[in-house]
């Protein structure tokens, strides 16, 4: 197998006791080909993305070479999936490739989706379909420039190989990069063995690596606890400001790191209904968008569940504690969601004497079947008068007309704001993107590259994703919504 260039790992997650994962090298393929490196991300990571992209890195992220420092093993957890509770999952179809620490001392995991077998496979190939892997890619990088906390996307490579599902289908390797890929399903599996000895010391690995101040509190597991709640709060709102569904926001898709990850069934909202599904899995709407913040918090209380026998050496107290913790979820959200819409609607703040015009806005749009998207771009816009000849969204998209007596009560809300109209504007534009992952064009990139081996669409895509906020009218197409027959209904996790 070709030699590989040193990336700079320190694997510490591999320095935990063996019960943690399991050891395993990835399953080599016929014939790797690189199809995109992200040059950003691996710079960020001290990582030469020409080498990346060259035979000897593509090689690496293929899984036909393990390069030095490299300690790959497949992570074992458990979860609840669609609310039942499975006792054993783990990486069935990835590996940690190793951890990276970068220049200014961030810690990131290298891991490999799509590289093979592990034990924790349960009877498949441990292989992805090129689809998900773009998919993944497309999104969590749009993600990424939305300001949202993701899981990212270093490098994609074509294997050679076929994948078989309902039809065969061309594999590929994602590389993903994480600040760690440790979910609440992970203090779950010790949870149900009563092992409080790996509990206690996956919660010590957890604060060190990412809460370090719940160290210096006078009980630092129950600020750990603290800490996540608020972290997914913040995360889940996020979503909800994007008009972005998860699609399997089981347990074990969701990291104690506050990063969103798992991209399969996910979707943005073109049309606003609340109680959109777009996962093919999801047949009674359990991840529905309206119902994303209440699963968030039932998953909080799984972890609080999982941590009890180390929160307290009294039970009761234990219990008193986790629920506190739990109980403050739905005001952390609110907080976060009201300020995020406070920006997205150009105010300061939201007042309670603002409530129903919040409601309303919402009302209508679901009652006119409003693009989520494009709705608030189109209040930015509305803000002030473009420069002669400047192009903005109004050119392209104008909102249902019952939004009309709306609009005009906003403008008169406007009037109590003390910001210049210009610099509301920037600030609504800054929070409103006018690109986003759409469905159709994440289609239509992957049935390219699937069926006539085009991976334009997908490069140019990217390109196009990067900067979401910045309107630019040759590519008007990439910002509206599907038309009736470009409409995806349904999105598959891959697996």
């Not at 063996?18 to 995109?36: C, D, G, H, K, M």
């Not at 009652?367 to 002669?388: I, K, M, N, Y």
């Not at 939004?403 to 109590?416: K, N, T």
């Not at 509301?424 to 759409?438: D, E, G, H, T, W």
């Amino acid at each position: 197998m070709p030699s590989a260039q040193p990336i700079p790992f320190d694997n510490s997650y591999a320095r935990l006791p063996e019960q943690f994962y399991t050891r395993l090298a990835p399953t080599p393929v016929a014939e790797p080909r690189s199809i995109r490196v992200n040059t950003e991300l691996a710079r960020e990571l001290g990582i030469d993305a020409g080498w990346l992209a060259g035979p000897e890195g593509t090689a690496v992220i293929a899984g036909n070479a393990v390069p030095d420092g490299a300690d790959p093993l497949a992570a074992v957890y458990a979860g609840h999936q669609f609310g039942s509770y499975n006792p054993q999952l783990g990486d069935g179809r990835a590996l940690l490739l190793g951890e990276v620490v970068t220049a200014d001392g961030r810690r990131f995991d290298v891991q490999l989706k799509g590289s093979g077998r592990t034990p924790y496979s349960r009877g498949g190939d441990g292989r992805s379909p090129l689809g998900p892997v773009l998919r993944e890619y497309l999104v969590s990088e749009s993600m990424h420039a939305l300001g949202v906390p993701t899981t990212r996307a270093l490098a994609a490579v074509a294997t050679g190989e076929p994948v078989y599902r309902d039809q065969v289908l061309p594999g590929a390797v994602l590389a993903r990069v994480a600040s760690s890929h440790i979910r609440i399903g992970t203090f779950q599996f010790f949870a149900a063995r009563q092992d409080e000895d790996s509990l206690r010391l996956l919660a010590e690995h957890v604060i060190s690596r990412h809460y370090p101040r719940a160290a210096e509190a006078d009980n630092p597991v129950h600020a750990l606890l603290q800490a996540v709640v608020s972290t997914q709060a913040r995360l889940v709102a996020q979503w909800q400001l994007l008009g972005f569904i998860h699609g399997v926001m089981n347990t074990d898709n969701m990291l104690l790191c506050g990063e969103t990850i798992d991209y399969g069934p996910c979707a943005f909202m073109d049309d606003f209904h609340p109680e959109t599904v777009f996962s093919s899995i999801d047949h009674g709407g359990r991840y529905a968008f309206r119902n994303q913040p209440g699963i968030a918090h039932w998953n909080l209380a799984c972890l609080a569940q999982a941590l009890l026998p180390v929160l307290h050496p009294d039970a009761e107290k234990a219990v008193a504690l986790a629920q506190a913790a739990v109980d403050a979820y739905p005001a952390e959200f609110q907080l976060a969601h009201s300020a995020g819409l406070a920006r997205k609607l150009g105010l300061a703040e939201l007042r309670e004497e603002d409530t129903d015009l919040v409601e309303d806005l919402f009302r209508l749009m679901a009652a006119q079947g409003a693009d989520f998207t494009l709705t608030f771009r189109h209040l930015a816009d509305l803000v002030t008068p473009p420069e002669a000849g400047e192009a903005d969204v109004t050119d392209l998209y104008q909102a249902p007309g019952e939004l009309a007596f709306w609009v005009a009560r906003w403008r008169r809300r406007l009037e109590q704001e003390t910001t210049a109209p210009e610099q509301r504007q920037q600030a609504m534009l800054r929070s409103n993107p006018v690109f986003i992952a759409r469905n159709h064009l994440v289609a239509e990139a992957i049935e390219a590259a699937e069926n006539g081996d085009d991976f334009e669409p997908f490069h140019t895509l990217c390109e196009i994703l990067s900067a979401p906020f910045s309107y630019r009218p040759e590519h008007a197409r990439y910002a509206l919504p599907p038309r009736p027959e470009q409409v995806v209904h349904k999105t598959f996790c891959g697996t």
